[in-house]
């Protein structure tokens, strides 16, 4: 009975045992299927993942060019200077062939810290941290540097100890050209800012790898067991930048801000008319594309005045805000009101609905405008009198414009400001472009629209205003800004062609070419732009003024302003627009035809005749001094006579041996003195240059004639077609002694502010 008990409990007890790993093998059987099923991948890659080891090939980021090819960001080859602290200490320990040993770590920062500039104790400090292999010393070292440090390691020695490591790190050959509209790289080579940001994915390129296996010991295994797949460089934009046009649109800009304060910098655009490719983007001043996190001098002085302890938090705090600002693209992030620049699309707008007439259409302005209960002023307050439509554009009438608000409505104004882009980006390919500020039409009154019809109390972005300038001179289509116009591999195939977008046309021909007279006649003749003149070139501009609204200007009882020029050319034709915007200038006369005006014929004198553009010589008064020197006294007198030139004989020999002015200087037609040297005489100062400035042309033209000395004139030079020009600037200062015939270069400017 008990043997029969006790088999029956053993057999229940091994009966669960056998239940109990049945169960467990069907679990392990379980987890092997669905490890080997639904999981295999992921224990592949594991498995993979421990035998091999994965190292990345960099791409190559992709280059930006101008339009003809000129590099405006590449890669070079720098190197990284590295050290290893562990083998230092360990040759330390070591004795060297004399029995000595050695302090590695003081030799070493001191070569290092001699070659790279770099402050001794922060390299030795590296060579403290001896659990470490690699201490970075320095970064970015150009050729010249890493060969001292070849030559350094090779000398002593030390090649174990001291590593160089080639790197591709990113350059800019122009520095601060076009700085804000190229944008930099980040230390982990992502773009930031500009087109480096915004075209960031094609520029980069895919990097590669290298897959090593290796056996249970961490060995390589042989090369069939090795992969490599290769890295895709990154795409080469060309730009349709123009580097000369850069380059002279950046001079101007920086010229008028270091003449009037400005003190929220300047920009400037650069368009072609018909095809919308930006030939020029700047805000002045830049940066150093090279060092982009070294704050400019302009705002550096900001931060000095802010009066903040070198390495305090505040003084961090200011220098990363004025950074930001610094990498700021005016000409597309912000917005400012355009002021009488707007006057041009008011214009268009009344002439396409036939709400003005050119012929018999004329406003009484007697300085002001009373409209819903408010006196509203024109900018002359005393008034213009009876004026034409044309006489209100380029006098710059406000009441003639508070008059065409009337007559065209808050419906149909509003219409043509959204047919002209203002209610909607641009579209440019950049980073963080703005937008306006303007009401809606429901929230306009008739109030708001007499104001905004001479440009006032809204916002605009420049590149907006730049793009409906451009409509006005193309024939009336708003059309698509870019600045990339195509994209190649490495292999030089095209991957991307721009094409020409055209968003609508907006008025018609006829009304382009109307307003282009017009607004050409504001700079020939006696209009508010007649400082944008270039002899020799139809240039049709329109200057502008307003005051910032909400503002705490950094020059203390001085209003802020914004000062700014439009104009395309040539007017009959044209084939580019530019603008100007001055950000709270804070010296001189502020007024945009002051301002920005003169700057603005700057810019169109250097750039018409690159593009192709020819000059009326008829209407340059200047002339080119003939070469003398050499000749005969008798056939020098005779050549001279014969252009017209007051000689003046200096010694008794027959041959010339120099003369005064050079040849081939510019000098005015109006006044030609010529010295010529001959035999032992010897050039002599014996004239003294009178002061000039404050004087109208005539009298300073007549006062360099009395003087035996010659002009040349900068700046607008259609001064006897209109009144008030007076000389700003004379290249020589007044009281100087010098040669009979030197030339005195003079710049005329009109002050009146006619906008």
């Not at 029995?99 to 810290?113: F, M, R």
């Not at 368009?271 to 070294?294: E, Q, S, W």
Request: aromatic content about 10%; glycine content about 8%.
């Amino acid at each position: 009975m008990n043997n029969e008990s006790i088999s029956h409990e053993r057999l229940k007890r091994a009966t669960t045992v056998l239940v109990g790993i049945l169960l467990v093998f069907s679990i392990l059987l379980g987890r092997i299927f669905w490890i080997q099923t639904v999981d295999f991948d992921r224990y592949l890659q594991k498995v993979i993942d421990q035998m091999t080891t994965q190292s990345t090939v960099n791409a190559e980021r992709g280059a930006i060019y101008d339009r003809n090819g000129n590099p405006l960001a590449t890669n070079i080859t720098t190197y990284r200077i590295f050290i290893s602290p562990s083998s230092i200490l360990s040759n330390q320990k070591e004795a060297n062939e004399e029995g000595e040993k050695v302090n590695y770590a003081e030799h070493i920062s001191e070569g290092l810290s001699s070659i790279l500039g770099l402050d001794y104790e922060s390299v030795y400090k590296q060579t403290t941290y001896t659990k470490y292999l690699d201490r970075t010393i320095a970064k970015n070292v150009m050729d010249e540097k890493a060969d001292e440090v070849r030559a350094f390691i090779d000398d002593n020695g030390y090649h174990d100890m001291i590593y160089l490591q080639a790197t591709s790190t990113r350059y800019y050959p122009g520095y601060e050209l076009a700085s804000s509209v190229i944008g930099f790289t980040n230390a982990d080579g992502d773009g930031v800012y500009g087109l480096e940001s915004y075209y960031d994915d094609i520029l980069a390129g895919t990097d590669g790898y290298y897959v090593t296996a290796r056996d249970s010991f961490g060995n390589e295994l042989p090369y069939e067991y090795e992969s490599y797949i290769p890295a895709q460089n990154g795409g080469n934009l060309t730009t349709t930048i123009d580097s000369y046009i850069q380059s002279a649109l950046e001079e101007q800009l920086l010229a008028t801000v270091a003449e009037c304060g400005a003190k929220n910098r300047a920009c400037g655009i650069v368009v072609n008319v018909k095809t919308g490719a930006i030939l020029a983007m700047a805000t002045v001043p830049g940066f150093d594309l090279n060092n982009p996190r070294t704050l400019n001098d302009y705002y550096s002085d900001f931060l000095k005045e802010d009066g903040y302890a070198q390495g305090s938090e505040e003084y961090n705090a200011a220098y990363n805000e004025y950074l930001l600002e610094m990498w700021r693209n005016k000409a597309v992030s912000d917005s400012y009101i355009p002021g009488s620049t707007f006057k041009v699309i008011s214009s268009s707008a009344a002439l396409t609905e036939n709400k003005v007439k050119l012929e018999g259409d004329k406003v009484y302005c007697g300085g002001s405008l009373h409209l819903y209960g408010h006196t509203i002023h024109c900018h002359k307050t005393e008034g213009h009198g009876i004026l034409s439509f044309a006489e209100g554009l380029v006098q710059s009438c406000n009441v003639w414009f508070m008059t065409i608000g009337e007559r065209l409505g808050i419906t149909k104004f509003y219409d043509y400001f959204k047919a002209f882009g203002y209610l909607e980006k641009t579209g440019i390919d950049l980073p963080a472009e703005g937008g306006s500020v303007i009401k809606t039409q429901n929230e306009m009154t008739a109030l708001d629209l007499a104001i905004y019809t001479f440009g006032q109390n809204f916002n605009i972005t420049p590149i907006q205003h730049m793009m409906a300038i451009a409509a006005v001179a193309n024939g009336g289509y708003l059309i698509e800004p870019y600045l990339v116009e195509q994209i190649t591999d490495k292999d030089g195939n095209v991957t991307y062609q721009h094409e020409v977008e055209t968003k609508r046309q907006v008025i018609s021909q006829d009304v382009c070419e109307k307003l282009g007279i017009i607004l050409e006649e504001g700079v020939s003749g006696d209009g508010g732009a007649k400082n944008v003149y270039v002899a020799g070139y139809k240039i049709a501009a329109k200057t502008g003024t307003s005051e910032k609204k909400g503002t705490d200007i950094r020059v203390e009882g001085v209003e802020p302003y914004i000062c700014s020029c439009v104009a395309f050319a040539p007017a009959d034709d044209p084939e580019i627009a530019v603008l100007i915007m001055v950000d709270e200038p804070s010296k001189g006369v502020l007024y945009g035809s002051v301002i920005a005006a003169p700057y603005m014929g700057a810019i169109m004198e250097t750039v018409l005749p690159y593009i192709g553009v020819e000059k009326d010589v008829s209407e340059d008064n200047s002339v080119k001094v003939p070469y003398l020197t050499g000749m005969s006294l008798e056939d020098a007198i005779l050549q001279a006579e014969s252009f017209e030139y007051e000689v003046i004989v200096k010694g008794d020999g027959d041959y010339v041996t120099s003369q005064i002015p050079r040849g081939s200087t510019t000098i005015d037609r109006t006044n030609k003195v010529i010295t010529l040297y001959t035999g032992n005489a010897k050039e002599e100062d014996s004239v003294t240059v009178p002061d000039l400035i404050g004087k109208t042309a005539f009298a300073a033209n007549q006062m360099l004639i009395n003087s035996k000395l010659n002009i040349c004139i900068e700046g607008t030079d259609n001064y006897m077609s209109g009144s008030g020009a007076i000389v700003v600037m004379q290249s020589i200062p007044a009281g100087t002694k010098v040669s009979p015939g030197t030339v005195v270069t003079v710049t005329y400017r009109y002050l009146d502010p006619d906008e």
